[in-house]
């Protein structure tokens, strides 16, 4: 697919971060493009920036959609079809995520439940929704979001991520078990794996939210999310790097330097991988370090058990 124009793309997760700039910059490519998110506001504002870009003819329509909710990713695969007068969709990018359920120990089980579902339940539920009309394109690309924690199961010292990184190893199984059944049987769809490392989006507010917790009581804590949303690459960098990557046939984009850099470290050294000082060592000549600090504040005070 070397180009978007002409197409109809399918983005989940798409009222904010990565989602939202997918969706912007599908459009500005003249990509239509449906847009769904649990958040009703949020995905409604996105479809109506990404119109006011979008060059004439571009359609694109926003839906509300819990992805851990099968039948709701089949009502926003109806609204699609109804909504773009289409039989089938070009792309579809299965990029909703939250995290949450740190400790399979300490976190509650609905916690880390929650986090799963949202996070490979609804990669799951929207490969088995939109395989059969990314087949009926002739010409799809299905795109995964993983993370860099879908390759290393931590956020450092004390610091564990059990649902979410468990969730992101799932769907970095799933998708590179995809390659191989989709080349043998439905040659006219590929798959593309998704791993971000720190990306400026909202996903701690938006998880705060998502699980139903109250908003900061204190400015520390603001000022944590303002810090994680400002040190990382920006959305609108990282769905550029995701999009260049679907346009030149990839089916592993890595997204940022820091994770380029730990994907080669862990992939180099993986006793070493949860060997603090070992990895620090390994990764001492980069900025790793220093690009994920406030991601690993945001979590620790986000969930800290």
Do not use: K
């Given at each position: 697919m070397d180009e978007f124009a002409g197409k109809l793309a399918a983005v989940t997760g798409g009222g904010s971060g990565m989602g939202r700039e997918l969706v912007r910059q599908l459009a500005v490519h003249g990509c239509s493009v449906a847009a769904c998110d649990w958040n009703a506001g949020a995905v409604a504002d996105t479809a109506a920036k990404a119109r006011?870009?979008?060059?004439?003819?571009?359609?694109?329509?926003?839906?509300?959609c819990d992805v851990s909710d099968e039948g709701q990713v089949q009502r926003f695969r109806d609204e699609l079809l109804r909504e773009h007068a289409a039989d089938h969709v070009d792309l579809v990018f299965s990029n909703a995520g939250i995290g949450g359920g740190a400790s399979f120990l300490e976190s509650s089980r609905e916690e880390w439940e929650r986090t799963f579902a949202v996070n490979w339940w609804g990669t799951y539920y929207c490969a088995r929704t939109f395989l059969p009309l990314l087949i009926a394109s002739g010409d799809g690309v299905l795109v995964n979001t993983s993370s860099v924690n879908g390759f290393w199961a931590s956020l450092g010292p004390h610091m564990p991520n059990s649902a979410y990184a468990t969730a992101k190893f799932a769907i970095k199984g799933f998708t590179?078990?995809?390659?191989?059944?989709?080349?043998?049987?439905?040659?006219?769809?590929?798959?593309?794996?998704?791993?971000?490392?720190?990306?400026g989006t909202d996903i701690i507010a938006n998880t705060r939210r998502a699980h139903g917790m109250p908003e900061p009581e204190n400015t520390s804590?603001?000022?944590?999310?303002?810090?994680?949303?400002e040190k990382g690459l920006t959305s609108a960098a990282a769905a550029t790097i995701i999009l260049d990557g679907?346009?030149?046939?990839?089916?592993?984009?890595?997204?940022g330097h820091d994770a380029k850099v730990l994907d080669a470290v862990v992939r180099a050294r993986p006793e070493a991988a949860y060997d603090y000082a070992k990895l620090a060592m390994a990764a001492a000549k980069t900025a790793v370090e220093d690009r994920a600090s406030s991601w690993f504040d945001a979590i620790r005070s986000l969930f800290p058990s």
């Open positions: 006011a870009t979008a060059p004439d003819g571009v359609r694109v329509s926003s839906h509300v590179e078990a995809l390659i191989e059944d989709l080349r043998t049987n439905a040659p006219q769809v590929r798959v593309a794996l998704v791993m971000p490392g720190h990306v804590a603001e000022r944590i999310e303002t810090a994680f949303r679907v346009r030149s046939g990839s089916w592993r984009i890595l997204v």
